[in-house]
């Protein structure tokens, strides 16, 4: 266990709506980054942020937005849903601005896109 | 877009034996890591080399680098059927950012 969790396990929208995915950090860790796995794929970058703050964005549409809270925690937003969205999204917690770069990631969130 | 490329794809042993799964990657990094990931969870972190670092233990696994050629290994010595999962070599440039290669599916039969 990471301890980091991520809400909801599973969920199904419809094409255009719109979806919060939530991820509770571990312990002392101030920043977390955000992936999106394809079936089949390796995990691929959404973006980072380092205490309330994006520090880095991967290859992602606008429509793909996110928050830090004061407590770390963070949210995925998508909007405008598509079918190419089903995935397992996963979050992992880090400690930023440190040489220590591993990330913890958490159980996942699979997304299905109907 | 992917960094790494792992070969091979899909890797079938009988428990006792030892895997071995390669990683290949295209730009400079500061450090490469090696997650396990079991049915489409969570990701488990392994092991982080560093770009200055060519070979690293932790129990039953062993990773090499070779900055010269951009590739790594991870060496699983006597697996075990609890070892049944996805790796995943993933790079890092002190950015935060990790770029995850395909990974590689090692089936341990009992």
């Known amino acids: 266990e990471t301890g980091v969790t991520q809400s909801p396990t599973h969920l199904i929208k419809t094409r255009g709506q719109q979806v919060t995915l939530r991820c509770s950090s571990q312990s002392g860790h101030n920043t977390v980054s955000w992936y999106q796995q394809a079936l089949g794929q390796g995990p691929q970058f959404i973006f980072q942020?380092?205490?309330?703050?994006?520090?880095g964005r991967g290859n992602f549409p606008p429509r793909f937005s996110g928050l830090q809270f004061p407590n770390y925690s963070s949210e995925l937003n998508v909007n405008a849903l598509e079918l190419d969205d089903s995935a397992l999204y996963l979050c992992?917690?880090?400690?930023?601005?440190?040489?220590?770069?591993?990330?913890?990631f958490g159980p996942g969130t699979r997304l299905l896109v109907l | 877009s992917q960094q790494g490329e792992e070969d091979p794809q899909a890797l079938s042993i009988q428990e006792g034996e030892n895997a071995t799964m390669n990683c290949s990657y295209k730009t400079s990094i500061n450090n490469l890591q090696w997650y396990r990931q079991n049915s489409g969870r969570g990701l488990v972190h392994l092991i982080l080399?560093?770009?200055?670092?060519r070979e690293k233990h932790s129990g039953r696994l062993r990773v090499t680098l070779d900055t010269s050629k951009k590739s790594s290994s991870l060496l699983i010595t006597a697996s075990r059927a609890a070892d049944t999962a996805s790796y995943f070599c993933?790079?890092?440039?002190?950015?935060?950012?990790?770029?995850f290669g395909q990974g590689t599916t090692l089936q341990v039969k009992p």
């Open positions: 993933a790079t890092g440039k002190n950015t935060g950012k990790l770029i």
């Open positions: 942020y380092y205490r309330e703050e994006e520090n």
């Open positions: 992992a917690s880090s400690l930023g601005g440190t040489q220590e770069e591993t990330q913890y």
């Open positions: 080399i560093r770009s200055n670092e």
